[in-house]
T-cell receptor, first 112, second 114 residues
Framework: EDKVVQSPLSLVVHEGDTVTLNCSYE??????LLWYKQEKKAPTFLFML????IEKKSGRLSSILDKKELFSILNITATQTGDSAVYLC????????????FGTGTRLTIIP | GAGVSQSPSNKVTEKGKDVELRCDPI?????LYWYRQSLGQGLEFLIY????????KSGLPSDRFSAERTGGSVSTLTIQRTQQEDSAVYLC????????????FGPGTRLTVL
């Protein structure tokens, strides 16, 4: 059975701080890991990582995948109140075209 | 273009009643997924449609749950004889079905079973 563990479960920081969110996984035939941001209901896509050691960047957000140690991290620098959300990771075996197993997420709260 | 839409946005029903939840995927997307999210929990996969292939129903929690997708577009998730533990947000997603693409989520339907 596929397993996804995210940590911490929740995190409260001040605006401007840098945060690191963790995702460890055990997935049969792993091929990709997706990160989503969920502010209210609909998760919105952030990154898809497929190769170990590749760092994806989008502005203040970056993510790294370690396929040997089976984990990924999501970094957010210079946090803003708009970063407050639940961050979900989902490893998969078909580059997103499959049922995804999501972690329970990390609830990030940015204090102004 | 328009994103994934779902209706209703909220549904309150009494235990034992049947409910139908609707999902309109992004036009042209061949893959459609249903997930549910209980309070404080991650997303739980329910069912997956890909083109004309038989759906992957492996996530449906009981035979009270069923889903169909008509004409390769709109999908309806039906829950019969609802129970209080069915209360959750039901999320639909679609993807293009091409290699390396993400799933786009709708706003969800919040189901409350009294």
């Amino acid at each position: 059975e596929d397993k996804v563990v995210q940590s911490p479960l929740s995190l409260v920081v001040h605006e401007g701080d840098t945060v690191t969110l963790n995702c460890s996984y055990e997935v049969t035939n792993f091929r990709s890991l997706l990160w989503y941001k969920q502010e209210k209901k609909a998760p919105t896509f952030l990154f898809m990582l497929t190769s170990s050691g590749i760092e994806k960047k989008s502005g203040r957000l970056s993510s790294i995948l370690d396929k040997k140690e089976l984990f990924s991290i999501l970094n957010i620098t210079a946090t803003q109140t708009g970063d407050s959300a639940v961050y979900l990771c989902a490893p998969g075996s078909n580059f997103g075209n499959e049922k995804l197993t999501f972690g329970t997420g990390t609830r990030l709260t940015i204090i102004p | 273009g328009a994103g994934v839409s779902q209706s209703p946005s909220n549904k309150v029903t009494e235990k034992g009643k049947d409910v139908e939840l609707r999902c309109d995927p992004i036009s042209g997307h061949t893959a459609l997924y249903w997930y549910r999210q209980s309070l404080g929990q991650g997303l739980e996969f329910l069912i997956y449609f890909q083109g004309n292939s038989a759906p992957d129903k492996s996530g449906l929690p009981s035979d009270r749950f069923s889903a169909e997708r008509t004409g390769g577009s709109v999908s309806t998730l039906t829950i019969q004889r609802t129970q209080q533990e069915d209360s959750a947000v039901y999320l639909c997603a679609s993807s293009s079905g091409l290699v390396r693409n993400e799933q786009f989520f709708g706003p969800g339907t919040r189901l409350t079973v009294l």
